[in-house]
């Protein structure tokens, strides 16, 4: 083994006020050359443990050494460190934020024209130099924040979570980037969500609640689950219900949509159900297919949510109604000459999931923030659940729940305090909101945390009480803008088990993702770039259209991505 950039042993960290610790014993290794992967569940002390080697927080037992010395008194300009929180001047153009982290890292004046040219060219964003940071998409600011942590050329690279909130396109071209900068003999500790880039690292460490749990190759701990993951084709049109009834039986420990099938994992040494007990036909039957990293990620901690929603079981029956609940006809919107949603048409049937999918700034969060009445066309019309956005805006709102895309609630309220304010908001009152406010208590955990400002949870907490807020009032039309992002594998499984319940209830569902693997549970999809609708069907068809029918979700969404690209160029 190369000697080590950065190293932690028996590495422990408490903040006064908790009851456990944040880090716990903690040992881990940072190659040179190498990607070291960083995952856990929320809380699981990522960040506690990023910000030691960064040198900003001291540990209160165990070590931290970075090239040799303590991570407190190591030389800060050989290290590059990328906060979760992108850590950009969102009022300074690209080139000032550049330039002031070039004065922060002390990049003698001679050396920063070469050193921003590589990093312009190394990010493709020497075509913005000029824009705001605040004006960036979410991938253009990650990839902003890459080049600041590079501005002075590091030994040790510290990600925080740098793909949260970018598309697939981007998130791969992030990736690559970062691999890069690994071949080049620079030690980059990358902490993520997404389990498919934890697979690909060289060595990975596990959290959780502050603990380790493993640290090694992932595909070491994927072989430990071979032969208990299993496919199970499933009619479209009962797919959630399958998914629900394999999810309580107590031999299957995980289970998600995957195209035409389900995909299921075993509890250890149990024999699967037969497919007839989870109510499909004979004939009907398990194939055993080749587990993955997250995968192993459930196993380890112990399996996922089980299929039945507590929100879905108490949520009222919406009536049932030929007309659509959800309507967009020719919405367009501009800003000035900047045409951010161009023509954007759909329609979606009551209990059904409609997704839309794009990459950051494509004009996803424009249309969303129309049809809830916060933005005003340009051009067209909308209604949802029956109300004309344009001449019943107010009975329009009243009819749905809206997350929105960042958090928020009041951050400055306790969590009782925003769940007394939404209920107000929406009409409840007396025992109707005390009544709704303490089932959502109960349904999304949340009674360690209700005298506590909503800022401070972690971030699943902040975003089951967002659902929450959301719910309150048991609208018959949901739109979730990117409801899980930065959110771990078991609380998104968790959200999507309550999102399928309430399907099945009746409620409509506007919802926007990057994770590709969720935007297989939607019925239909449209996929928008630079502002257009560049392809609408069901996950299957999309699939098709791209040439991709046996693919990944996220292979068909670059790939249609990339053809509608040569089209441009063609015309």
Known sequence: MADAVASVHGLTKRFSGQE???????????????????????????????????????PDAGEATVFGRAATATDRSMIGYMPQRFGLYEDLSVIENLRLYADLRGLPPADR??????????????RFTDRLAGKLSGGMKQKLGLACAMVRAP??????????????LSRRELWQMVKDLAGDGIGVLWSTAYLDEAEKCDTVTLLSEGKGLYAGPPQALTDKICNRVLRLAVPSEGRRVILQRALDDPAIIDGTVQGDALRLMLKANTAPPTPQSL???????????????????????GGGPSGTSQLAEHYRKIAATDAPAIVADGLSRRF?????????????????????????????????????GLLTPSEGRGSVAGFDLHSAKADARQSLGYMAQKFSLYGDLSVRQNLNFFA???????????????????IFHLHRYLKENASTMPLGFKQRLALACAVLHQPPVLFLDEP?????????????????????????????THFMDEAEYCDR???????????????????????????????????????????????
């Open 484 to 512: 899980t992002s930065g959110v771990d594998p078991i609380v998104r499984r968790e959200f999507w088990t309550h999102i399928n319940g309430l399907v099945e209830k009746g409620v409509t569902v506007l919802v926007t």
């Open 113 to 126: 024209q070469a050193s921003f040219d590589r990093l312009l060219d190394f990010t493709d964003l020497k």
């Open 155 to 168: 030994k040790l690279l510290l990600l925080d979570e740098p793909s949260v909130g970018v598309d697939p």
């Open 279 to 301: 109510g499909l036909k004979s004939g009907s039957l398990f194939e055993t297919v080749q587990p993955r990293f997250e995968d192993a990620f459930i196993d380890l901690l």
């Open 336 to 372: 000035g000459d900047f045409t951010a949603a161009d023509l954007v048409s759909f329609s979606v049937p009551r209990g059904q999931i409609f997704g839309l999918l794009g990459p950051n700034g494509a004009g996803k969060s424009t249309t969303f923030k129309m049809l809830c």
């Open 20 to 58: 456990k610790a944040a880090l716990d014993k903690i040992s881990m290794d940072i190659e040179p050359g190498k990607m070291t992967g960083l995952v856990g569940p929320d809380g699981a002390g990522k960040t506690t443990l990023i910000r030691i080697l960064a040198g900003l927080i001291d």
């Open 424 to 442: 107000g908001a929406y009409g409840l009152k007396n025992g109707d909101a005390r009544e709704a406010i303490e089932r959502s208590i109960e």
């Open 525 to 571: 999809a449209t996929l928008i770039y630079r502002a257009r609708q560049i392809a609408t069907g069901t996950p299957d068809e999309l699939k098709a259209l791209a040439g991709k029918a046996d693919a990944k979700m996220e292979d068909a969404f670059i790939a249609l991505i990339k053809a509608s690209n040569l089209q441009r160029e063609a015309a």
